[in-house]
């Protein structure tokens, strides 16, 4: 499935140049999909040349094209919305409609920045003196390395290359080993609406080896990574060493918090759709669920009740719910993490175990937990997948306060029918974002990110553009 891809430089598909590739694997059905290419150090220094001259040529590019060619993009995107979706469904595992999901959201992204393009705006500052003018203007900040995890390959990819190309930056993507078709794909996209040769660039192989190269160079001038904390962190301080610009959306560890006046129908619900999107593997996905006591009881039953109706099985089938965890790894640190969980003390209410029926693949059933206590492993180490510990608080300032008390900081989420805990809720969260009666946390228009461990700088939204340009001030005397 990948002979036709590659490396992409210089607007063309190229083997790696020593000829190697890597096996991608089918978390479903543990069958290899086939071999992609294996960047070399070789490769990787020919992108950055190509994403260099790319640059000069993007850069001069006037914003009404740059527009054009962005919208050709989101436009073809959802034509080939199958296609995209069933490289989703092979390579991560989610199920074919919640692939199709992503392929509309990613489309999204392109169409909003290629408005977005259009409204760089400037700005006049009244001189104090009589014969000078004070204007300020952006500039694009230069290459840009896209550092993208397996999760969500198309949205982020998506995320990181649409708000380059708005702001006039070349891009050079590196998506994960474990999902390269989908993002290949979508450059060969690019290519196909018009991006000029050198602007989009990618280098597909081992993720740890690239960024190091890319981020050593002095060609990147910015790096946008979505990924684990512990590994922004060596990247902000590789970073450092060039002074390069950053915006890291890291691990997330959300709290999911119940009043007792809110719809425990409407709760449940949007429980279960938050947390089992993608079997967990997201990192706003609710891992710490505090439910108000005197409706604890009836949240949890309804929870276990509607939870045991969702389907296992290989994404590609209409009726799955639930596909398998992506890696083998990640299943056994699951398997690890409810064993664990068991040990200090926790109850199993539903799950706890892998499905039976399944010979191969890396499935594991939704497991939901009561009898957790706030300093249980669980509730400080992400889980990444299908798992649900349950507790109860009594008051609103005890959840807030034991809801705030970690060190990531990425999204909340907050049920109610009462206008002052909405807003007093959202306003006391210590996280980047906050859904409340709803879901749906990530928009296109809207800015999406973190605080304290969990990154920083925002995608999405008005303000994502301004992480892609430098700023620049020009005092400007009338008289020579």
């Known amino acids: 499935m990948y002979e036709k891809y590659g490396q992409f430089i210089d607007g063309k598909w190229h083997k790696s140049s020593t000829g190697e590739t890597y096996e991608v694997i ?87 920045n290629a408005e977005e393009t259009k409204r760089i705006y400037g700005q006049t500052v009244e001189s104090r003196f009589e014969d000078t003018r004070v204007h300020v203007y952006y500039q694009p900040v230069g290459v840009v390395a896209a550092l993208v995890p397996w999760n969500f390959p198309l949205v982020l990819s998506a995320r990181k290359i649409s708000t380059a190309l708005a702001a006039g930056c070349s891009v050079i993507v590196k998506p994960d080993v474990i999902t390269p078709g989908v993002v290949m794909e979508q450059v060969e996209i690019c290519r196909e609406c018009g991006v000029p040769p050198g602007v989009v660039n990618l280098l597909s192989g081992d993720p740890p080896s690239i960024a190091q190269q890319l981020i050593a160079s002095d060609i990147v001038k910015k790096i946008s990574i979505t990924g684990s904390s512990r590994v922004g962190k060596l990247i902000l301080k590789q970073a450092a060493d060039k002074v390069q610009r950053v915006t890291m959306e890291l691990s997330g560890h959300s709290p999911f918090i119940v009043f007792d006046d809110a719809d425990i129908k409407k709760a449940t619900d949007m429980a279960i759709a938050a947390k089992f999107r993608n079997n967990g593997q997201v990192c706003i996905s609710p891992n710490r669920f505090y439910i108000q006591e005197n409706k604890k009881d009836e949240f949890v039953n309804l929870f276990v009740e509607k939870t045991k109706k969702l389907k296992i099985g290989d994404g590609m089938d209409p009726s799955v719910q639930l596909g398998p965890l992506t890696t083998k790894k990640r299943l056994n640190e699951i398997e690890e993490l409810v064993e664990t969980t068991k040990k200090e003390g926790a109850k199993v209410l539903l799950g706890g175990k892998r499905p039976s029926g399944f010979n191969k693949g890396y499935f594991y059933e939704p497991t939901v937990f009561d009898n957790v206590k706030d300093d249980f492993t669980i509730m400080k180490v992400e889980p990444f997948g299908p798992l649900v510990p349950m507790l109860s608080f009594k008051s609103f300032d005890e959840v807030i306060e034991r809801a705030n008390n970690h060190e990531l900081g990425l999204s909340s989420y907050i049920c109610t029918n009462s206008m002052e805990k909405a807003h007093r809720a959202s306003e006391l969260m210590e996280t980047g974002t906050v859904a409340v009666n709803t879901p749906l946390v990530a928009l296109a228009e809207a800015p999406f990110g973190g605080i304290k461990q969990a990154g920083y700088g925002r995608e999405g939204g008005s303000m994502a553009i301004k992480d892609y340009l430098n700023v620049k001030y020009t005092h400007l005397g009338l008289k020579g």
């Open 26 to 112: 089918n978390p479903a059905n543990e069958e290899v999909i086939g071999k992609a290419s294996k960047a070399s150090s070789e490769d990787v220094d020919k992108a950055l040349l190509s994403a260099q001259k790319g640059l000069e040529v993007w850069k001069k590019t006037p914003p009404w094209q740059r527009a054009y060619i962005l919208r050709r993009i989101a436009d073809k995107m959802r034509e080939k919305q199958d296609i995209l979706a069933k490289w989703m469904t092979l390579e991560v595992g989610k199920p074919f409609a919640e692939a199709k999901g992503e392929v509309n959201g990613a489309a999204d992204i392109y169409e909003w």
